[in-house]
């Protein structure tokens, strides 16, 4: 049977841990190297109901993509939705792993995953930095797209229930940068390689401000832009370990309300 260190490796071979950001902590943050499994469960956050379903299934791996733990922690007990998780996966002896701005800069991560999502050609980080890739990723559509049908058409590909943007160019939409999650601070970098929208998330008032004249920045939601990564990531393990991946459903924390629609969800 496979060890938790095996699988450690693994993954470090394919979206290497030194990959992370300086503020990050990825890699093993709950468990046991030696510990054996028969199976791997994946979800978006390692939340208590998660660990929860990791239990049912008798699982004894449990990948994340954002950290259980990324701040010191001072208290560990059940009144703080990551504390409580973690105090279930000791209890049932669930390791936890965080793959998380390493997995967004690697080769065929969050960020590839998103452009691929996206129908986008051509995909190539926005720059490399001693053989590491920017978290950008560029690529370009097979055919100019008109502003209005490129918006329904990443609603549709990334399960958007609504989008923020600025505004918006007025030429077609061909290529076009993608970061997932948090990316607005890069909004400069991505203006200089002349893409006609860069897709991320969690945009503030002031950078859509700051950006309306040079770049046409559409916010498509944390989650909806991060989480197409499991389904890949389930697929390129499967074809390594030969044990059972499960994809447990981690929800979107965020809701929206979308005024005129109610009561046809
Ligand atoms: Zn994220």
Redesign the pocket.
């Known amino acids: 049977m496979p060890n938790v260190a095996k699988l450690i490796n693994w993954l470090n071979e394919n979206f290497p841990l030194h990959y992370a950001e300086s503020f990050d902590n990825v890699g093993l943050l709950v468990g046991d190297p030696t510990a054996p499994f028969d199976s791997i469960a994946l979800t978006f956050d390692a939340t208590p109901e998660a660990v929860q379903q990791a239990v049912a299934l008798n699982t004894k791996v449990l990948i994340s ?2 950290p259980v733990i990324f701040q010191g922690l001072k208290t560990i007990t059940p009144f703080e939705r990551n504390q409580k998780a973690i105090m279930s996966a000791i209890k049932y002896g669930i390791n936890l792993i965080a793959m ?1 701005t390493n997995l ?1 800069r690697a080769t065929g991560g969050v960020n590839d995953v998103l452009a691929q999502r996206l129908g986008l050609k051509n995909i190539m980080p926005l720059s490399e930095n001693d053989g590491i890739p920017h978290l950008i990723r560029i690529g370009e559509l097979p055919q100019g797209m008109p502003v209005d049908d490129f918006l329904q058409w990443v609603c549709v590909r990334l399960n958007s229930k609504t989008l923020r943007h600025n505004n918006p160019t007025s030429r077609a939409i061909k290529r076009v940068a993608v970061c ?3 990316g607005s601070q890069f909004w400069r970098e991505v203006h200089q390689a002349n893409v006609d929208a860069f897709i991320t998330a969690d945009v503030k008032y002031h950078t859509f401000w700051d950006a309306q004249d040079s770049l046409f920045i559409i916010d498509a939601g ?2 909806e832009t ?1 989480v197409p990564v499991l389904q890949n990531l389930r697929n390129q393990l499967s074809e390594t370990f030969n044990v059972p991946i499960h994809l447990i459903h981690s929800e979107n924390p965020v809701k929206y309300f979308v005024y005129g629609n109610q009561g046809n969800d």
Do not use: A, F, K, N
């Open positions: 993509h954002h998380h967004d997932g999650g948090s944390h989650y991060e």
